[in-house]
């Protein structure tokens, strides 16, 4: 809750979903377990070693996909993508894009198949 009380303290919260935020902020950590066991079969260097930026962004998505079943996993892609396009390497949107679409087919099979009939 410091991070949280900092942030409040330090940021103007005039367009923040704060009930969204405070979820994410808890959520990730709690979860992070199942979220890192969720990505390590996908990743091609371990943990560890992935740029931290990209792997907040790879954790926040892969939380989203795992317990927010009401957002689009295109929707947590494209905002992931986003992220790491303003705050990652130069190219570790393209790292992120390639482990957060493995990870969607998944953890989100079915909405993967139902999207890929859609567009035949």
Request: aromatic share 6%.
């Amino acid at each position: 809750m410091d991070i949280l009380n900092s942030y409040k303290q330090r940021t103007d919260l005039g367009n923040v979903d704060m009930e969204y935020f405070q979820l994410l902020l808890l959520g990730v950590p709690g979860h992070l377990q199942a979220i890192d066991q969720a990505l390590t079969p996908h990743l091609s260097r371990p943990l560890k070693e992935i740029d931290p930026i990209e792997l907040a962004i790879l954790r926040l998505a892969a939380y989203e996909l795992q317990q927010r079943l009401d957002i689009p996993y295109r929707v947590v892609i494209n905002e992931a993508i986003e992220l790491a396009k303003t705050f990652g390497a130069e190219a570790g949107h393209k790292f992120v894009n390639g482990i957060l679409d493995k990870l969607a087919t998944t953890i989100r099979a079915s909405e993967v198949r139902s999207r890929g009939k859609q567009k035949d």
